[in-house]
């Protein structure tokens, strides 16, 4: 069977059409910022034209049973295939009329287009032309202005014990085991579950099966994600739900769930618990034997080097985050007022990646993910034109990225949750998610093809960089000061210090990474 014709984007391009072979005939209407509206018309003469030269492929090798191949009579193809030619010739004309509108017309499209009919809804007419609209979604035009000799300032902290300590309950938390249990679920559990989100007449919207959420406790304020949405009391609602049982949430849909149904609606989400896992962490002798070392000095000493490498992947963060902000301040944009499905997910998604660059736990990911679909329009909106300036800023500069560097990313990622790169890169694969890397590998590069021309000035962490210091000092303080039963603290470190680790994590624990 032809492709879709709704992927007009495929890299493949149409095939040339016969000098005297009858064009589409196109008209692009503006439906608003960002959005176009093409209305095609196929004229019969095209349609006649590809109809019969399906026949005569078909002719020339179909097999009827009493005939000589290619000597078949048309009537008996036309009885036998008739339909089978017109579906491969609807899609045919569709897709090529819908390349031909999108390239004669110098549009970029984002996404796929909407058929108006839909697609299994067209139907060749027998005489006269076939009509139908397609909307579309297209990059905005951007005017960059001189972007050269920006001003950003560069952070210079020093590294201390008390840092140090905070990165071996990291660790410790990251490579303990989790084991299941036959308990009620308590705060840092983990719980593999089925999920259910319907509306308030119990129609479903959406379904999950055999996922795993974690039950957010004191430490996290008992916040929480389940289905794409943020439950501000979860971890209360699932402590002490044990095996079998089922817990029913009510909640607000947020604004940019890439579920529409689910937007703003009133839902109810349904949770049934299989199995239940706790957090055995590793203790500071455990990673000194895990990962080789003969004294916890000396992981101590080898931690403190690595968390300074990853100070200065902070520091080009911060850095790079001032650049940006200073695009979104230098450069207007219209954009659509509520975002589609497909900008939506296009959002989520670039953000994921963005925390998976920088080292972010999965499930930190999650939580800040799930606060982002119930953001405000004006957040969803800042992140959207940013990803279209970074893509402009990008081809001005030339910014290309190699395999190479895309390996070299998995690789990093995968050191930093202790995992194998192989198994990652094949993980990312299966999700679509390799695309998304390349593309955040390419707004990376396109931010320090501008530092590379901006003005830096080196600047101590003085009263502001301090105060944020100690708030997050202050918060692991308190968590370590939960009861170690409870595992309250799970993984509340990581979302605190959520910068790259390197060459630590590899030596720390090479013996616990090469057994997954």
């Known amino acids: 069977m032809a492709e879709s014709p709704t992927d007009p984007t495929r890299n493949d391009p149409p095939a040339e059409a016969a000098e005297d072979e009858p064009q589409p005939r196109v008209t692009v209407e503006d439906l608003g910022p960002a959005q176009k509206k093409l209305n095609i018309e196929i004229p019969p003469e095209l349609i006649r034209q590809k109809i019969d030269s399906s026949y005569d492929d078909l002719q020339g090798e179909a097999v009827v049973p009493g005939f000589r191949r290619g000597r078949a009579p048309l009537r008996l193809l036309e009885k036998r295939f008739g339909s089978d030619i017109r579906k491969e010739v609807k899609s045919q004309v569709l897709t090529e009329a819908l390349s031909k509108a999108v390239e004669d017309n110098d549009l970029r499209i984002v996404g796929d287009a909407e058929l108006d009919p839909k697609p299994d809804e067209i139907e060749l007419p027998d005489q006269g032309?076939?009509?139908?609209?397609?909307?579309?979604?297209?990059?905005?035009?951007?005017?960059?202005?001189?972007?050269?000799?920006?001003?950003?300032?560069?952070?210079?902290?020093?590294?201390?014990?008390?840092?140090?300590?905070?990165?071996?309950?990291?660790?410790?938390?990251?490579?303990?085991?989790?084991?299941?249990?036959?308990?009620?679920?308590?705060?840092?559990?983990?719980?593999?579950?089925?999920?259910?989100?319907?509306?308030?007449?119990?129609?479903?919207?959406?379904?999950?099966?055999?996922?795993?959420?974690?039950?957010?406790?004191?430490?996290?304020?008992?916040?929480?994600?389940?289905?794409?949405?943020?439950?501000?009391?979860?971890?209360?609602?699932?402590?002490?739900?044990?095996?079998?049982?089922?817990?029913?949430?009510?909640?607000?849909?947020?604004?940019?769930?890439?579920?529409?149904?689910?937007?703003?609606?009133?839902?109810?989400?349904?949770?049934?618990?299989?199995?239940?896992?706790?957090?055995?962490?590793?203790?500071?002798?455990?990673?000194?034997?895990?990962?080789?070392?003969?004294?916890?000095?000396?992981?101590?000493?080898?931690?403190?080097?690595?968390?300074?490498?990853?100070?200065?992947?902070?520091?080009?963060?911060?850095?790079?985050?001032?650049?940006?902000?200073?695009?979104?301040?230098?450069?207007?944009?219209?954009?659509?007022?509520?975002?589609?499905?497909?900008?939506?997910?296009?959002?989520?998604?670039?953000?994921?990646?963005?925390?998976?660059?920088?080292?972010?736990?999965?499930?930190?990911?999650?939580?800040?993910?799930?606060?982002?679909?119930?953001?405000?329009?004006?957040?969803?909106?800042?992140?959207?034109?940013?990803?279209?300036i970074l893509e402009k800023v990008a081809e001005q500069y030339g910014v290309q990225v190699n395999e190479a560097e895309v390996n070299g990313q998995i690789a990093a990622m995968a050191a930093q949750q202790g995992r194998r790169p192989e198994k990652m890169r094949q993980e990312m694969a299966r999700s679509g998610q390799m695309d998304q890397l390349y593309l955040q590998l390419r707004e990376s590069k396109a931010i320090d093809a501008l530092l590379d021309k901006a003005e830096v000035e080196d600047v101590a962490a003085e009263a502001p960089a301090k105060k944020k210091t100690k708030k997050k000092t202050t918060k692991k303080s308190s968590d370590k000061s939960e009861s170690d039963t409870e595992t309250k603290s799970e993984e509340k470190t990581t979302k605190k210090k959520n910068t790259k680790k390197k060459t630590t994590k590899k030596k720390t624990t090479k013996k616990k990474a090469d057994s997954d």
Do not use: W
């Open 129 to 388: 032309p076939l009509t139908f609209t397609a909307t579309i979604e297209v990059v905005p035009e951007v005017e960059l202005p001189d972007l050269e000799g920006l001003k950003v300032t560069k952070t210079v902290r020093e590294i201390g014990d008390d840092a140090v300590e905070v990165e071996i309950e990291r660790l410790g938390e990251i490579y303990g085991q989790f084991q299941a249990v036959e308990e009620p679920a308590a705060g840092g559990d983990y719980l593999t579950v089925d999920v259910r989100i319907a509306d308030k007449q119990d129609q479903t919207l959406n379904e999950q099966s055999a996922v795993q959420i974690l039950c957010p406790g004191e430490s996290r304020k008992y916040k929480g994600v389940v289905g794409g949405v943020l439950v501000e009391d979860l971890g209360k609602k699932l402590e002490g739900v044990k095996i079998g049982q089922s817990v029913t949430l009510s909640a607000t849909g947020p604004q940019q769930h890439e579920v529409e149904a689910i937007r703003e609606a009133e839902i109810d989400i349904h949770i049934t618990v299989h199995r239940i896992e706790r957090l055995h962490k590793l203790s500071a002798a455990e990673l000194v034997q895990a990962g080789g070392f003969e004294t916890e000095a000396e992981l101590r000493d080898q931690l403190k080097d690595s968390l300074q490498q990853r100070d200065e992947q902070q520091q080009k963060r911060e850095m790079q985050e001032q650049v940006t902000e200073q695009l979104l301040d230098k450069i207007d944009m219209t954009l659509p007022e509520k975002l589609s499905a497909q900008q939506a997910q296009r959002i989520l998604s670039r953000r994921r990646m963005e925390l998976m660059y920088q080292g972010v736990g999965e499930q930190d990911i999650e939580e800040q993910l799930a606060e982002l679909r119930a953001a405000s329009a004006d957040q969803a909106q800042r992140d959207l034109k940013l990803m279209f």
